[in-house]
């Protein structure tokens, strides 16, 4: 019961920092939501930084954790390629309002905390530089800059969380494939 | 003297908006910034969010305007991209801060300033996907969705103001070269 209301706090704050922004969100705008009164709420959490905290490490995790699993499996560079760009691209579809709070929001955390998301997120992009110089070695992709390269693909997947909608005519999968075959093949003819 | 004050009010709003965010920033704050009284500053603005609208429509305006001028050049798609890739990754390299104030703090606008810069920006889309499909017309590119990939180079290009730093060992303008080339010709050997 104490981890579910936890987690309903969770949520609540993921959309109300979402919608209005961590700053312009209150703890008794968090409180409200989830039907507690604002001394209640502090049963369960400490500050409104501490929320911010939970959730933007909770998003940078989740990227990790499957990214973590692709860098181990016994296939081409090229495949873990398309694997990380559709993981990217999905886990972004998916958890639209969280990923938000991390990408905008993450820079109103208190230097310490900012620190470890800091590093979790650098940790994301060896993984990804990982992959291409591992296939650049493998001679599938051309000799090139694989922090550049991870960023452009990380820019093109993170930018989804402004313009993706749940319904639309692609799938996150088919969005992801089609993300992975213009980076690998290009657009040119 | 009075222009002169009031772009010195933006510099310093920009600044804040960039380092604190919008909603952490006080019109006191920036009165402090620039030396003046709070009420004296209202001689120069209305509000808080008078600021923030002028500053994302300069920056948005600034996109739309030289991309205007690509599209009207006469040289081929490929070369527009190229062009505008260039321009979309020197702008965001040399306006930092005042890209960061649109990406970022555009969403806390009131609803019909929002819609104004909404517009903008689908404009500016509207301008990139008219080049890819003239480019596919004209038999440069191959046959695809021209607004997915829009999205995909301007996610990119967009994801500068998150992590280029000045002084490094590229250019904006290298950078942008290179992600015209990722985005021409793949990374797959």
Same sequence: chains 1, 2.
Avoid: C
Avoid at 95 to 121: C, G, Q, W, Y
Avoid at 141 to 161: E, V, Y
Avoid at 162 to 183: D, H, L, S, V
């Amino acid at each position: 019961m104490g981890i579910n209301k936890y987690e309903e706090i969770a949520q609540a704050a993921i959309k109300l920092f979402e919608r209005k922004g961590y700053h312009a969100t209150s703890v008794q705008d968090i409180a409200d939501e989830v039907g507690l009164q604002k001394g209640s709420l502090y049963h369960y959490i400490s500050s409104k930084e501490e929320l911010l905290m939970k959730i933007t490490q909770q998003s940078i995790n989740g990227f990790n954790r499957r990214m973590e699993k692709i860098i181990e499996s016994q296939v081409s560079s090229k495949d873990k390629l398309i694997l990380a760009i559709q993981h990217h691209v999905t886990y972004v579809a998916r958890n639209m309002e969280m990923t938000t709070v991390l990408l905008r929001e993450a820079f109103s955390l208190e230097p310490d905390h900012h620190k470890v998301i800091k590093e979790e997120t650098d940790r994301y992009l060896k993984l990804w530089t990982t992959i291409i110089d591992e296939g650049v070695q493998a001679d599938e992709f051309k000799p090139g800059d694989s922090r550049l390269i991870a960023l452009a693909i990380l820019g093109s997947a993170n930018w989804l969380h402004r313009w993706y909608q749940e319904g639309g005519k692609m799938t996150p999968e088919e969005i992801g494939n089609y993300f992975a075959q213009i980076f690998l093949e290009g657009i040119k003819k």
